[in-house]
T-cell receptor, first 112, second 115 residues
Framework: QQQVKQSPQSLIVQKGGISIINCAYENTAFDYFPWYQQFPGKGPALLIAIRPDVSEKKEGRFTISFNKSAKQFSLHIMDSQPGDSATYFCAASQTGANNLFFGTGTRLTVIP | DAGVTQSPTHLIKTRGQHVTLRCSPISGHKSVSWYQQVLGQGPQFIFQYYEKEERGRGNFPDRFSARQFPNYSSELNVNALLLGDSALYLC??????????????FGEGSRLTVL
């Protein structure tokens, strides 16, 4: 059973546009929600993360929106650039656990 | 500073063989986790080790085993390889138990192909 569901599977955005990737979870014990960026041939790298005590976190062009009641969170990439073209994974974990549950990934392509 | 290093980067095995993958964490990091990433999927947790003790295990068969050495490096062993074991195996390190810091640093992985 997929603990974290991610959509869309792929996304094409024009340069300068906004990229939006959505994730949903069922386990209400999850209390840490990171997003990872992975380029081909590389391991995932932490991009930004949020805990459920806030509804939004912004770091540069990247923003996480978190809706605790809906058990959903999303990544917004403002002013998308070709260099943002990568696969993005959402993930979730809970205090006391030793692992992250990852979504299935979204392949983002930003067209110049 | 060197990041997480993994070896080998690529390897090809046949069904039934055994494989050992190696990982050196970032200097000072005491926790190492292993994840399996099948093509087109997100990473799946296999093991976490902290201070040379197993601290967590994912839903993988007993053919998978791991250990952590006194220098905090780690090995992942897979016996009796199956075609379905073909994947990118990722090692991640963290300063303390991953959940405490909230950040895992991943290596570039070992790409295993089972024929």
């Amino acid at each position: 059973q997929q603990q974290v569901k991610q959509s869309p599977q792929s996304l094409i955005v024009q340069k300068g546009g906004i990229s939006i990737i959505n994730c949903a979870y069922e386990n209400t014990a999850f209390d840490y929600f990171p997003w990872y960026q992975q380029f081909p041939g590389k391991g995932p790298a932490l991009l930004i993360a949020i805990r459920p005590d806030v509804s939004e976190k912004k770091e540069g062009r990247f923003t996480i929106s978190f809706n605790k009641s809906a058990k959903q969170f999303s990544l917004h990439i403002m002013d998308s650039q070709p260099g943002d073209s990568a696969t993005y994974f959402c993930a979730a974990s809970q205090t006391g656990a030793n692992n992250l549950f990852f979504g299935t990934g979204t392949r983002l392509t930003v067209i110049p | 500073d060197a990041g997480v290093t993994q070896s080998p980067t690529h390897l090809i095995k046949t069904r039934g063989q055994h494989v050992t993958l190696r990982c050196s964490p970032i200097s000072g990091h005491k926790s190492v986790s292993w994840y399996q990433q099948v093509l087109g999927q997100g990473p799946q947790f296999i093991f976490q080790y902290y201070e040379k003790e197993e601290r967590g295990r994912g839903n993988f068969p007993d053919r998978f085993s791991a250990r952590q050495f006194p220098n905090y490096s780690s090995e992942l062993n897979v016996n009796a390889l199956l075609l379905g074991d073909s994947a990118l195996y990722l090692c991640a390190s963290s300063l303390v138990l991953a959940r405490s810091t909230g950040e895992l640093f991943f290596g570039e992985g070992s790409r295993l192909t089972v024929l």
